[in-house]
């Protein structure tokens, strides 16, 4: 069953039924002014900080589900009829209604008594600025008189205080109205104020919720709306929104177009925004956002036979990796944005992923993770970016009940017993990856502060980061798993983690590749000798005959064996065994043939099986989750591509794609009933075999899944990928694709690739030309120019 469906000529996903059965949301705004939106206008709008400076309300978690949001109500004043463009909040019947997702814009449309409408959310390039582009036309063929409503409600912009403490935060806010801009003012803080104003004269207003809502009434029935007339309301304290209200005559076939402004500041600044963002100024934002987007997507664009795969790369899974990069983790319907800053691994991996397309926010990334990680070598499991950036510290503080706290160093830096141990070995393979695709060779040299005391250059930290996990091995000689690995529910503590020493492992190469790219062979041999002594012990101690261990718990008890009858096979070890190099070949395809055989389902590879039933707190957290669910084998999407990258490995083109395509969410989009969520996005987990809602998606945009598909789809299945020494093109796909092209941007080239495939094989490569002469990769080029390389696969790899 099918709700919506893909327009990849409009870059555009269509909800033709809106009456989902979950929120399906996106993102607007590229800047320092975020929004999450649904289908229904539902979701909140922030400045900077989700945590810190919300400027729209959100009730997340609540019946009726995803309210408030930013809605326009119209109310045909000769019958007093009225509805919501967005079909929330009021809710008329269904069919007149659709919902167009785009790139950094949502578009609701509605066709309800004889009125075609469509209302635009999406924030200006250069200003803090929310438009909401109205347009109407009346079809009814008579003449008609409409009242136009805005609502939006304010929050007490911290999340903490719209959430308790109502005796302070009730009274810290306030509203007034000037010349058709209402100014909203958190009275504590220095800045707190926001307007909301439009490109027209109202003819009504309302700044208290209450007022607009009236009492025991909810937004799908306001009093406002339902009467006509505003009341004009304002005041020192209490909730605040954002009702104008227009009336207009429309006659036969007559258009007309109003737009809405929220942003950033008093009624002064109010007045500047209405006069900057006409409809052609807005006009002018919409198509930058269009041609930021196009910018970003010709940095590679695909075409094979496999169509779920182009509809993602092209468009969404890139949208989808950038969204996490610049939000960070903490925005959604799912995370509402009350977590701290940024999420260390979670952090590093993401910005490993869009480098070729936005290698200036991923390098800023790099720099803030660079910055919380400890002179001893570990990084900040949870952290602000603030805390650490020396422009930041230098800004004005004042004391107030809301002010930005920054703990003590103390409070911050809490020792060994909050370290995850694998946060920091993702940034090594981060940053070799960032100078592998811009060629940026001088930031290894760059001196950056360490989150406790000193400096030392990027390469240094590097080294720190290698060095506390060599230290940090348990009685096998494994690394320890510590607070946790990358499985937050993997709670080994002194015991010992399989995947850290193989991603210790696959960082040791990957930091080699750069010494010795830098001429720092002293520094490239020795790292060398403890990733061999690294892949000598892990060979010893975690084979286990068909596959890897997870890990031994502190009672050195093996996780992950032969004999266990729960949590028997697991994913990390295995893929990471293979992508790391740990494996021999034999062991690599054993381990992967036990992946297919244990862990695979339709809907993708579960993390692990069977799953745990019995408490362990030995092994951790995850026994404690419902089977099914989440950590505990249920088909946790972000280390599906660790899988896709693990097959690639081992040449295995068919079974990497059979796992590609049963997680890739457009695949999906026949059967929604089933999924539920969101098929443009991939999501957190999806529930597994051992559960009653067995294929259901859950946490959509927010998740590591996205820019890892991204990663493993371009660089390893297709195969084309940044070295220091050229462009590689080593692809592995379906044993029966006879050919398919990419378009790659690097360093500034766009390289044109053709691969055919004439042999049927699944890997190999027989030849290489780029404009006609023969090459193993494709060599750097001036900038500008277009390379045209053309590949022949077949059995003979010349590479
Ligand atoms: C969540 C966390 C991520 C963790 C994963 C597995 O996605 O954000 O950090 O690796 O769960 O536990």
């Given at each position: 069953?099918?709700?919506?469906?893909?327009?990849?000529?409009?870059?555009?996903?269509?909800?033709?039924?809106?009456?989902?059965?979950?929120?399906?949301?996106?993102?607007?705004?590229?800047?320092?002014?975020?929004?999450?939106?649904?289908?229904?206008?539902?979701?909140?709008?922030?400045?900077?900080?989700?945590?810190?400076?919300?400027?729209?309300?959100?009730?997340?978690?609540?019946?009726?589900?995803?309210?408030?949001?930013?809605?326009?109500?119209?109310?045909?004043?000769?019958?007093?009829?009225?509805?919501?463009?967005?079909?929330q909040p009021v809710g008329k019947p269904k069919e007149h209604y659709s919902c167009r997702h785009g790139l950094s814009y949502v578009k609701y449309l509605c066709d309800y008594n004889g009125i075609d409408a469509s209302q635009t959310l999406f924030v200006a390039m250069d200003d803090p600025v929310e438009i909401w582009d109205l347009r109407l036309r009346n079809s009814s063929g008579r003449p008609r008189t409409l009242s136009v409503f805005s609502y939006l409600e304010f929050s007490f912009h911290h999340i903490a205080m719209d959430n308790q403490n109502f005796q302070m935060s009730l009274y810290a806010a306030g509203s007034r109205y000037e010349d058709g801009i209402i100014e909203h003012d958190l009275y504590y803080e220095e800045n707190g104020f926001q307007f909301f104003t439009g490109n027209f004269t109202p003819d009504g207003y309302d700044c208290l919720r209450d007022s607009f809502i009236g009492p025991y009434r909810t937004e799908r029935n306001p009093f406002v709306v339902e009467s006509g007339a505003c009341s004009g309301s304002f005041e020192k304290g209490?909730?605040?929104?954002?009702?104008?209200?227009?009336?207009?005559t429309l006659l036969p076939g007559e258009e007309c177009r109003l737009l809405f402004l929220l942003g950033e500041g008093s009624i002064d600044a109010g007045k500047q925004m209405r006069d900057k963002y006409t409809c052609e100024k807005a006009d002018e934002d919409f198509r930058r956002i269009a041609a930021y987007w196009d910018e970003k997507l010709s940095s590679l664009q695909i075409e094979t036979p496999n169509e779920g795969m182009n509809t993602e790369i092209n468009l969404w899974n890139l949208y989808q990796s950038e969204i996490n990069v610049m939000f960070s983790r903490f925005t959604s319907f799912i995370e509402v944005g009350g977590r701290t800053g940024l999420g260390y691994r979670d952090t590093a991996q993401d910005a490993m992923m869009v480098i070729h397309s936005n290698p200036d926010k991923c390098r800023s990334r790099l720099i803030e993770l660079m910055r919380a990680l400890t002179s001893e070598g570990f990084g900040l499991h949870l952290f602000e970016p603030r805390w650490f950036d020396p422009e930041a510290k230098k800004e004005k503080t004042f004391r107030s009940p809301t002010v930005i706290p920054t703990p003590d160093k103390s409070q911050i830096i809490t020792g060994l017993k909050d370290v995850c141990a694998d946060d920091a070995l993702w940034l090594v393979s981060s940053v070799v990856q960032y100078i592998k695709e811009t060629g940026e060779t001088d930031f290894a040299d760059l001196m950056v502060t360490y989150a406790d005391e000193g400096s030392g250059t990027v390469y240094e930290h590097l080294k720190k980061i290698l060095d506390f996990s060599a230290r940090q091995t348990g009685q096998n000689g494994i690394c320890k798993g510590l607070r946790a690995d990358w499985n937050d529910c993997l709670n080994l503590g002194g015991g010992e983690s399989a995947m850290?020493?193989?991603?210790?492992?696959?960082?040791?190469?990957?930091?080699?590749?750069?010494?010795?790219?830098?001429?720092?062979?002293?520094?490239?041999?020795?790292?060398?000798?403890?990733?061999?002594?690294?892949?000598?012990?892990?060979?010893?101690?975690?084979?286990?005959?068909?596959?890897?261990?997870?890990?031994?718990?502190?009672?050195?008890?093996?996780?992950?064996?032969?004999?266990?009858?729960?949590?028997?096979?697991?994913?990390?070890?295995?893929?990471?065994?293979?992508?790391?190099?740990?494996?021999?070949?034999?062991?690599?395809?054993?381990?992967?043939?036990?992946?297919?055989?244990?862990?695979?389902t339709e809907y993708g590879l579960m993390l692990n099986a069977p799953c745990y039933t019995k408490v362990d707190d030995?092994?951790?957290?995850?026994?404690?989750?419902?089977?099914?669910?989440?950590?505990?084998?249920?088909?946790?999407?972000?280390?599906?591509?660790?899988?896709?990258?693990?097959?690639?490995?081992?040449?295995?083109?068919d079974r990497a794609m059979k796992f590609y395509n049963a997680l890739c969410p457009p695949l999906q989009n026949d059967r929604i009933e089933i999924r539920q969520a969101e098929p443009y996005s991939y999501c957190q987990f999806v529930v597994g075999r051992d559960h009653t809602a067995f294929g259901r998606a859950r946490h959509p945009f927010m998740t590591g899944s996205s820019g890892w598909a991204y990663f493993a789809a371009t660089q390893y299945l297709l195969g084309i990928r940044p070295s220091f020494e050229g462009l590689i093109i080593d692809p592995c796909i379906p044993h029966d694709w006879k050919e398919f092209r990419v378009s790659r941007k690097w360093r500034g080239c766009t390289y044109e690739i053709h691969v055919l495939n004439p042999d049927g094989v699944e890997k190999g490569v027989r030849s290489i030309t780029a404009d006609g002469k023969p090459v193993s990769a494709l060599p750097l080029m001036a900038s500008g120019s277009i390379c045209h390389a053309e590949v022949i696969m077949g059995r003979g790899d010349n590479t």
């Open positions: 069953m099918q709700y919506g469906h893909f327009d990849n000529a409009a870059r555009e996903y269509v909800i033709d039924r809106v009456d989902l059965p979950v929120s399906w949301t996106n993102y607007i705004g590229l800047k320092d002014m975020l929004g999450v939106f649904n289908h229904t206008a539902g979701g909140y709008l922030l400045y900077k900080s989700p945590e810190y400076h919300r400027i729209t309300r959100f009730r997340p978690n609540g019946v009726p589900m995803d309210f408030p949001g930013h809605y326009i109500y119209l109310r045909d004043d000769e019958d007093g009829d009225y509805w919501s463009v967005s079909w209490g909730n605040h929104c954002g009702c104008l209200k227009k009336t207009l850290v020493s193989f991603l210790h492992l696959w960082a040791l190469q990957n930091f080699c590749e750069l010494a010795y790219a830098l001429g720092r062979t002293e520094d490239a041999e020795h790292y060398r000798q403890i990733a061999e002594n690294v892949r000598q012990v892990t060979q010893d101690v975690l084979w286990d005959g068909g596959w890897f261990l997870r890990g031994i718990t502190a009672d050195n008890r093996k996780i992950g064996t032969h004999s266990d009858t729960e949590g028997k096979v697991h994913m990390e070890s295995n893929t990471w065994a293979v992508i790391s190099g740990a494996a021999t070949a034999e062991q690599g395809r054993l381990a992967m043939d036990s992946v297919d055989s244990y862990l695979y030995g092994i951790g957290f995850v026994t404690r989750v419902y089977p099914g669910l989440k950590e505990n084998g249920a088909i946790f999407s972000h280390p599906n591509p660790w899988a896709w990258v693990a097959e690639a490995l081992l040449g295995r083109g």
